[in-house]
């Protein structure tokens, strides 16, 4: 059953700490992205990885990092200099780098609350 | 550069009359224009696309969008809405390379 999976469906952060999001992606897919979803903004680009060992900023980078050390994950860390973390966050996937047809498929969410 | 515009941040429909949810977009590439939706605290599921093929796009559940390149619009159209169409719905554009911008949404609301 292909897919991609996010963990966890919900996660608490205190003040100052780092956290990590966690998404794997069984599709074989090249390419993965994470989004910031906030109400009324629709989604927000942080970064995204077209092949693993290599990432790129998107948007909204500040405050965030990520690593692409296997092409199946792409782990989120929203750090302490991220102010304002409180957000639904979505991971999603595509099967080419560039060109084609990037159809983005997405992952069930995690959503961040801070305490 | 690319952005996308959603017309309506809001739309209420009866169960059974048409639904129309309004896209504008712009781009400095011939663009691709997807449409998504999301129900409440899950993630996006795609339900058509329009990648320079025909410009009248059918997609899954009954939804069809027509790209009018003249007017810049990809306007997303279902006779006849059900109940379990009200969801947030996502018109999204690619430009020249992999990442997408999102529009803000619109929240379609089906009452009985």
């Known amino acids: 059953d292909g897919g991609i999976t996010q963990s966890p469906k919900y996660l608490f952060r205190k003040e100052g700490q780092n956290v990590t999001l966690s998404c794997e992606q069984n599709l074989n897919h090249d390419a993965m992205y994470w989004y910031r979803q906030d109400p009324g903004q629709g989604l927000r680009l942080i970064y995204y990885?077209?092949?693993?060992?290599?990432?790129q900023k998107g948007d909204i980078a500040e405050g965030y990092s990520v690593s692409r050390e296997k092409k199946e994950s792409f782990p989120l860390t929203v750090t302490s200099a991220q102010k304002n973390p409180t957000a639904f966050y979505l991971c999603?996937?595509?099967?080419?780098?560039?060109?084609?047809?990037?159809?983005?498929?997405f992952g069930p969410g995690t959503r961040l609350l801070v305490l | 550069a690319q952005s996308v515009t959603q017309l309506d941040s809001h739309v209420s429909v009866s169960e059974g009359t048409p639904v129309l949810l309004r896209c504008n977009y712009s781009?400095?590439?011939?663009?691709?224009l997807f449409w998504y939706v999301q129900h409440p605290n899950k993630g996006l599921q795609l339900l058509l696309k329009?990648?320079?093929?025909?410009?009248l796009v059918k997609g899954i559940n009954g939804f069809e969008a027509e790209f009018k390149k003249s007017e810049t619009s990809f306007h997303l159209t279902k006779p006849s809405a059900h109940m379990s169409d009200a969801a947030e719905y996502f018109c999204?554009?690619?430009?020249?390379?992999?990442?997408?911008?999102f529009g803000k949404g619109t929240m379609l609301l089906v009452s009985p």
């Open positions: 999603a996937s595509s099967m080419s780098r560039t060109g084609g047809e990037e159809t983005q498929y």
């Open positions: 999204v554009v690619r430009g020249g390379y992999s990442t997408l911008t």
């Open positions: 990885s077209q092949i693993v060992n290599d990432f």
């Open positions: 329009y990648t320079s093929a025909a410009t």
């Open positions: 781009s400095s590439y011939s663009p691709s």
